[in-house]
């Protein structure tokens, strides 16, 4: 079946420790993109990208930091920098031809130890 | 003023009522609309895409006005299961294929 699969389901960082989020698609989807998303909130951009070896920042890059070698995978680190981190993070990918909309992977919880 | 506005709700309603979600969207350049469902702790899923023209499927009926940038969401006879948050989201097609997520509205069916 395809789909977007990210790991792990639950995460917990320490303090000044760099940890990284995996998401992978086997939709053939050119565009990724990564959202936090906070208790009661709608969901923010972290940061997105269209085609290999290329990402832009959204709306708070802030603290993260992504990679697109393959087509398949976009990683999220989350780093020391990020001082709020615990929230659900969501990786989406979509289909840039036409009017597609964007399919989610179940997500990832971080929690700060 | 946000990009895309919703009423958060919640909607209280009773199993067989007919409920209606709004939302408008700032960006005239908006060219693709949609609306999720995403329950408790839980990745949104895509419930359906708006035309212009209007579309409906099953109970759900969506319908768009782009003269007044308003996208609405049309729920007749609710079930429990439809309890859940309603996302509106709205896609620019150009710079970046920037899509823009509503807040959501939270919507409880009871019995």
């Known amino acids: 079946d395809g789909g977007i699969t990210q790991s792990p389901k639950y995460l917990f960082r320490k303090e000044g420790q760099n940890v990284t989020l995996s998401c992978e698609q086997n939709?053939?989807?050119?565009?990724m993109y990564w959202y936090r998303q906070d208790p009661g909130q709608g969901l923010r951009l972290i940061y997105y990208s269209q085609i290999v070896n290329d990402f832009q920042k959204g709306d708070i890059a802030e603290g993260y930091s992504v990679s697109r070698e393959k087509k398949e995978s976009f990683p999220l680190t989350v780093t020391s920098a990020q001082k709020n981190p615990t929230a659900f993070y969501l990786c989406?990918?979509?289909?840039?031809?036409?009017?597609?909309?964007?399919?989610f992977g179940d997500g990832t919880r971080l929690s700060i130890l | 003023r946000k990009e895309v506005e919703q009423d958060p709700g919640p909607f209280n309603v009773p199993e067989g009522a007919t409920v209606a979600f709004n939302c408008t969207y700032s960006?005239?350049?908006?060219?693709?609309f949609f609306w999720y469902r995403q329950d408790c702790r839980k990745e949104p899923k895509l419930l359906m895409s708006v035309y212009s023209s209007g579309n409906e499927d099953g109970r759900f009926t969506a319908q768009l006005n782009r003269a007044s940038q308003y996208i609405s969401l049309l729920i007749r006879d609710s079930k429990l299961s439809d309890s859940a948050t309603y996302l509106c989201?709205?896609?620019?097609?150009?710079?970046?294929?920037?899509?823009?997520f509503g807040a959501g509205t939270r919507l409880f069916v009871k019995a």
């Open positions: 989201v709205v896609s620019l097609n150009t710079g970046g294929f920037k899509t823009i």
């Open positions: 960006n005239s350049a908006s060219q693709s």
């Open positions: 939709l053939n989807h050119d565009a």
């Open positions: 989406a990918s979509r289909d840039l031809s036409g009017v597609q909309p964007q399919h």
